[in-house]
């Protein structure tokens, strides 16, 4: 029996060692590129309010129906930009082009732009020509960034990093199951055994 104490404990060890070898931190590229997105979800999602507002002092005011109208296109495609920073699979399934940063950096410049677009410089929308000008270059800036990553494939550097923390961590879960199910059949012969 001793000796099935001494086989128990020094096996125990490497069992302990390998599955923290295999659990490590998160990695730093993936946080950044998730912090990264995260702040780009949220400046679309300012560009949806900028122009949410823009439409209804356009359609209260019955003064300029076209610029309205234009708002309403724009946050619908800023609502695009916001769902494809996601990166939820149906969007990516039928919209490949964003799957690629370049192609997502385009759609977010182009969001500027209709955000910025047609501004009215009357004296009494200057809090809003603000918040217009803010979110506009904001977006304007995290496009440039997905399009210069893009053209230096930092997006399919991303994407393979992300398929190997999947890996790894399947690969973690199968370990813990094949360890707990070691455990179960060592309980089992110990019990046969007495």
């Not at 599955?19 to 780009?40: Q, Y």
């Not at 122009?51 to 209260?60: E, I």
């Not at 296109?73 to 990166?87: K, L, M, P, S």
Request: proline residues 2%; charged residues 25%; positive net charge.
């Amino acid at each position: 029996m001793a000796r099935n104490e001494g086989g128990g404990s020094g096996e125990s060890a490497p069992r302990l060692s390998s599955s923290s070898r295999l659990r490590t931190g998160p990695d730093p590229f993936l946080v950044a590129c998730r912090c990264f997105s995260f702040v780009t979800a949220l400046t679309a999602i300012l560009c949806i309010a900028v122009n949410v507002l823009s439409a209804v002092r356009s359609f209260r005011d019955g003064s300029d129906v076209f610029d309205g109208i234009f708002r309403c296109y724009a946050v619908v495609i800023a609502f695009i930009v916001v769902v494809a920073e996601t990166e939820w699979g149906f969007i990516t399934k039928f919209w490949k082009v964003l799957e690629y940063w370049a192609g997502r950096g385009m759609l977010q410049i182009f969001v500027a732009v209709m955000t910025r677009a047609f501004p009215d410089y009357s004296a009494s929308q200057k809090d809003l020509i603000l918040l217009q000008n803010i979110a506009s270059y904001m977006l304007l800036a995290c496009g440039v960034v997905y399009v210069v990553s893009g053209i230096l494939c930092i997006g399919f550097l991303k994407r393979a990093r992300q398929q190997k923390e999947i890996t790894r961590e399947q690969a973690v879960k199968d370990l813990e199951e094949l360890e707990r199910r070691r455990e179960e059949l060592e309980q089992l012969l110990v019990a046969e055994r007495v």
